[in-house]
């Protein structure tokens, strides 16, 4: 799958889930940070789900409508255990998230907002 890691993201990720087999850029590599607005637009321009801690691009997707191509925001994880939990929801969600859906993944439960 296309993945954009949002910069909060931890850096080993990257590698992690490009190991895998998924197509993987980090924002935490650019040479500046755009904003949120921006990076969920790359994110959907490049038909990417983006990969967050950060509960605000769901605000942006929901609230404001902003297109975006899938988001996963996870929570409570380490940083060390991010790229796992993120390759089972990727694995397990890839077909909701290619629809447009926005899946929170905690330690022990999912949350699924379905696109429309």
Do not use: N
Not at 18 to 28: E, F, I, P, Q, Y
Not at 99 to 108: C, D, K, L, M, S
């Amino acid at each position: 799958m296309k993945v954009l890691l949002d910069g909060c993201v931890w850096g080993g990720a990257l590698a992690e889930l490009a190991a895998l087999g998924h197509d993987v850029d980090w924002s935490g590599q650019w040479p500046r940070d755009p904003g949120d607005v921006e990076i969920l637009a790359k994110a959907h321009q490049e038909d990417r789900i983006l990969v967050t801690l950060d509960k605000d691009f769901g605000e942006l997707a929901i609230a404001q409508g902003l297109p975006h191509s899938g988001i996963v925001r996870l929570v409570g994880f380490s940083a060390t255990r991010q790229s796992t939990a993120c390759a089972a929801v990727l694995d397990r969600y890839g077909d909701e998230l290619a629809r447009g859906a926005i899946v929170t993944a905690e330690p022990g439960r999912i949350r699924i907002r379905s696109a429309g």
